[in-house]
């Protein structure tokens, strides 16, 4: 009989102070509005929310593991940058459904961050863009890190690709950031998107009357050691056109890196210069006859009425 009365006194004593005591520790808090739109923030809602962040984290950090574990570190370093955003969604996510099953009406939280995003989507309409392109750029791969790029008449190899903007270094050694959705709505040429190696070209004129299997000759010669030109595919030459001034010669040949390729046309055209002027092939340049008449009629009038 008396265990019973201590046992009795032992489940009061947890059940009335102690946890008691915690109930309304948890319950302390503070209350905003009025009627039906009062919300009463405490202690225990605020460890609540905690709590579901913590669990959240830990659920996401492992859903990344899992999908990072087999990938290179390029790949992995997109993913994450994409994970990221889709981290942030989830946590505003948990908040309202946390709000919610407290007994906390959501309703006017939802509807005034609609009408926020509204505003914010129209305002950072360019900024949401970007960040959907970057998304859609890591996925599918359509730009890599390492790709020849040109954009608005400038040529960089592209260096860093996140998830709002990408970076490219110029042949200038300037940094060129380029905001992603640019991606998307302009047209961009990648140089090594199917492969790297590129068919790049030099043209130039000669002299009507030039020996053209000569000329032919001579432009195979100019690439013929050249540093940074493929021996496979092999250069060839195209006989372009009959100008006004010149026959139009093109020679063709493959390189490996197309960033560099200014470089290699500028030697080859310097080597072209000199084996024309050593096998006496002429570049012409543009020239034009001009024929001027005179009115004899007037001229012979003048000389009339200088004569009386």
Request: hydrophobic fraction near 45%.
């Amino acid at each position: 009989m008396l265990q019973e009365k201590v046992t009795d006194k032992i489940e009061d004593v947890v059940t009335n102070d102690i946890w008691g005591g915690i109930k309304d520790f948890l319950d302390l808090g503070v209350q905003f509005g009025e009627g039906d739109k009062q919300v009463h923030v405490t202690i225990g809602l605020v460890l609540l929310v905690l709590l579901s962040f913590v669990i959240a984290s830990f659920i996401l950090k492992w859903i990344r593991v899992f999908f990072t574990r087999k990938m290179e570190e390029v790949d992995k370093l997109k993913f994450i940058s994409v994970f990221k955003f889709i981290k942030y969604v989830t946590y505003i996510i948990v908040i309202f459904v946390v709000l919610s099953l407290a007994g906390i009406n959501v309703t006017p939280f939802i509807a005034a961050s609609a009408a926020l995003l509204v505003g914010l989507g129209l305002a950072l309409q360019e900024l949401f863009q970007d960040i959907i392109a970057g998304i859609f750029i890591i996925i599918d791969k359509s730009l890599l890190v390492g790709d020849i790029i040109e954009i608005n008449g400038k040529v960089g190899r592209v260096i860093d690709i996140k998830l709002r903007t990408t970076r490219a270094l110029t042949r200038d050694d300037k940094i060129i950031i380029i905001p992603n959705h640019k991606f998307i709505t302009e047209t961009i040429f990648n140089y090594t998107q199917n492969h790297k190696t590129t068919r790049e070209f030099v043209q130039v004129g000669v002299a009507y009357g030039s020996d053209t299997q000569k000329v032919k000759e001579l432009l195979l010669n100019s690439v013929d050691k050249q540093s940074g030109v493929l021996k496979s595919p092999k250069p060839f030459v195209l006989f372009e056109d009959f100008g006004d001034s010149a026959l139009i010669f093109s020679i063709y040949f493959f390189i490996s890196d197309s960033f560099v390729d200014p470089r290699i046309k500028s030697e080859i055209r310097f080597r072209i210069d000199r084996l024309f002027r050593e096998n006496g092939i002429t570049i012409p340049f543009p020239q034009r006859d001009v024929h001027l008449y005179t009115n004899q009629t007037d001229t012979s009038a003048s000389t009339n009425m200088a004569e009386d």
